[in-house]
């Protein structure tokens, strides 16, 4: 039982480059979340998908994009990097969305816009 | 939207001394309180919740008491040991449902 997965763990990009991050939960969880997490800034909700079928945006959504593959999968989509978009990215699920249902975090993703 | 400040955001004790983080919100409807760890290189891991419905909750060494009069809520951490050395993050809902996290404290737990 592995949790929540994502890929890659780091990445470097150059300014207008594309990228996909990759997110996958194992633990039939209905909700799946993106967060960022910068320097004295908490976690911020980039998007987030209350179930399969959905997606909605969070606290700072521009500049990226969502894809709810199917009940396991929840990718994010960098169509073109900006330096103001190098964070650490945090995958996460929870059973079902709303007050109350703990939300597990994946290991990171540490991405570098030059 | 729901705004969580949370202080101090450095935090430095001796080991076996406690620890304290307090935490302060603004929107009167969150019920939830959630307090999430996160040591160097990981995810956030919860590591203790609270309900607006209750005004402490215990789990071991670390505890949490919410004031939803005055809008603030506490971790503490007592006894404290080296591998409590992470940051913490505390937590509210909005009124979505969503989390709102507060920016986070580093614990250094010296020996």
């Known amino acids: 039982n592995a949790g929540v997965t994502q890929t890659p763990k780091f990445q470097v990009l150059k300014t207008g480059q594309s990228m996909t991050l990759q997110c996958a939960q194992d633990?039939?969880?209905?909700?799946m979340y993106w967060y960022r997490q910068d320097p004295g800034m908490g976690l911020r909700l980039i998007y987030y998908?209350?179930?399969?079928?959905?997606?909605d945006k969070g606290e700072v959504p521009n500049g990226y994009n969502v894809s709810r593959l199917n009940k396991r999968e929840f990718s994010l989509r960098l169509e073109s990097a900006a330096p103001s978009q190098t964070s650490v990215y945090f995958c996460?699920?929870?059973?079902?969305?709303?007050?109350?249902?703990?939300?597990?975090f994946g290991e990171g993703s540490w991405l570098t816009v030059v | 939207g729901e705004n969580v400040e949370q202080h101090p955001s450095t935090l430095s004790v001796q080991e076996g001394d406690s620890a304290v983080i307090k935490c302060t919100y603004s929107?009167?409807?969150?019920?939830?309180f959630p307090w999430y760890k996160q040591e160097l290189g990981k995810g956030p891991q919860l590591i203790i919740d609270i309900r607006s419905n209750v005004g402490e909750k215990k789990d071991q060494r670390i505890a949490v008491t919410l004031n939803k009069t005055a809008k603030h809520f506490s971790l503490h951490i007592t006894e404290t040991q080296p591998e409590d050395s992470a940051v913490y993050f505390c937590?509210?809902?909005?009124?979505?449902?969503?989390?709102?996290f507060g920016a986070g404290t580093q614990v250094v737990v010296t020996p």
């Open positions: 996460a699920s929870s059973e079902l969305a709303g007050a109350g249902n703990t939300i597990y």
């Open positions: 998908s209350a179930s399969e079928g959905t997606t």
């Open positions: 929107d009167s409807a969150s019920n939830y």
């Open positions: 937590a509210s809902t909005d009124s979505w449902g969503k989390l709102q």
């Open positions: 633990m039939n969880h209905n909700s």
